[in-house]
């Protein structure tokens, strides 16, 4: 199973930009497809970008996050990047990074991180 770990979160003020990291252990790393979820207070976890395993087959976004966010990843040292430009302050939330199994629903994810807060300031 794979172990990641988030990192890159902080606070910025509103147009501001971040990148976020998330670097994975484990040799079957590339077996997954990444995917990050945000999480704010009293709000239930949501979907915000995907990548398939070679990142060359295609991402996938929220719709509140189209054309200001980008996902990338760079096998040869086991991280994926989720990088948040124009950022609002409806974007603050705890970031998660999760490993999944190809063709699997969005939901249905095999290991998280821990999170990274993200902070977007007036």
């Known amino acids: 199973q794979v172990q990641l770990v988030e990192s890159g979160g902080g606070l910025v003020q509103a147009g501001g930009s971040l990148r976020l990291s998330c670097a994975a252990s484990?040799?079957?790393?590339?077996?997954?497809?990444i995917r990050w979820f945000r999480q704010a207070p009293g709000m239930e976890r949501e979907f915000v970008a995907g990548?398939?395993?070679?990142?060359?087959?295609?991402?996938d976004y929220a719709d509140s996050v189209k054309g200001r966010f980008g996902i990338s990843r760079d096998n040869a040292k086991n991280t994926v990047y989720l990088q948040m430009n124009n950022l609002k302050p409806t974007d603050t939330a705890v970031y998660y990074c999760?490993?999944?199994?190809?063709?699997?629903?969005?939901?249905?994810?095999?290991?998280w991180g821990q999170g990274t807060q993200v902070t977007v300031s007036e």
């Open positions: 999760a490993a999944a199994l190809p063709g699997t629903a969005w939901s249905v994810v095999t290991s």
């Open positions: 484990g040799r079957t790393y590339s077996t997954y497809v």
């Open positions: 990548i398939s395993r070679s990142g060359s087959r295609g991402t």
